[in-house]
């Protein structure tokens, strides 16, 4: 039981370039969120699903899509890479309305 | 959606209790109030749970006064390990889930 995994890891990205993150969770949880972290910051929520195929926007969601066309996976989109956007990406879900969240590990993100 | 407010920061030594407030002045009815802790590079994880008065598990208690404004996460004997970020989140059946800027404890030797 893996939980929720995110690939990359690391990526470093050039301004401009476009790259998709996964998230991916083995729990059937329904809600899916993406959230970005800077040094020394909180959690800042970009883009949040409640179900398969529904997406909704977040405090942060300038500069990223997302998809959620099979329940298991939560994709976050970076169309055009800004320096702005170097921060930890970190992936969650949650079975139903008052669960728990249960994190991924994160992926570094750097763009130069 | 509910405003939390936390303290930035706070210093404990190990074997001391330490309680870290949470203030929800506009929470409302079906709110309930979520703690989480998070480690340097990891994800947060949760911590506790509550609606009212006071809930207890393995690893801290969480006090909620009759008015609900606010909520205090208390840490019993903290070590070393304790030291990381907490977040208090405040939320009902939306599924909006904002973590504010938390309070980073540092426990000393």
């Known amino acids: 039981n893996a939980g929720v995994t995110q690939t990359p890891k690391f990526r470093v990205l050039k301004t401009g370039q476009s790259m998709t993150l996964l998230c991916a969770q083995d729990?059937?949880?329904?809600?899916m969120y993406w959230y970005r972290q800077d040094p020394g910051m909180g959690l800042r929520l970009i883009h949040y699903?409640?179900?398969?195929?529904?997406?909704a926007k977040g405090e942060v969601p300038d500069g990223y899509n997302v998809s959620r066309l099979k329940k298991q996976n939560f994709l976050l989109g970076l169309e055009s890479a800004a320096p702005s956007q170097t921060s930890v990406y970190f992936c969650?879900?949650?079975?139903?309305?008052?669960?728990?969240?249960?994190f991924g590990s994160g992926t570094q993100l750097s763009v130069l | 959606l509910a405003k939390t407010t936390q303290p930035i920061s706070m210093d404990s030594y190990e074997g001391q209790e330490v309680n870290i407030t949470c203030s929800h002045n506009?929470?409302?009815?079906?709110?309930?109030i979520t703690w989480y802790q998070q480690f340097p590079s990891q994800g947060p994880r949760f911590i506790i749970q509550?609606?009212?008065t006071k809930v207890t598990n393995e690893v801290a208690s969480l006090f909620i006064p009759a008015d609900r404004k606010s909520s205090t996460l208390s840490l019993p004997r903290v070590s070393l390990s304790d030291t990381a970020v907490y977040y208090c989140?405040?939320?009902?059946?939306?599924?909006?889930?904002?973590f504010g800027a938390g309070t980073r404890l540092t426990v000393k030797p």
């Open positions: 969650a879900s949650k079975d139903s309305l008052r669960e728990k969240l249960f």
């Open positions: 729990m059937n949880h329904e809600y």
């Open positions: 699903s409640v179900g398969e195929g529904t997406t």
């Open positions: 506009n929470i409302a009815t079906n709110d309930y």
């Open positions: 509550g609606y009212k």
């Open positions: 989140l405040v939320g009902d059946d939306n599924n909006d889930m904002r």
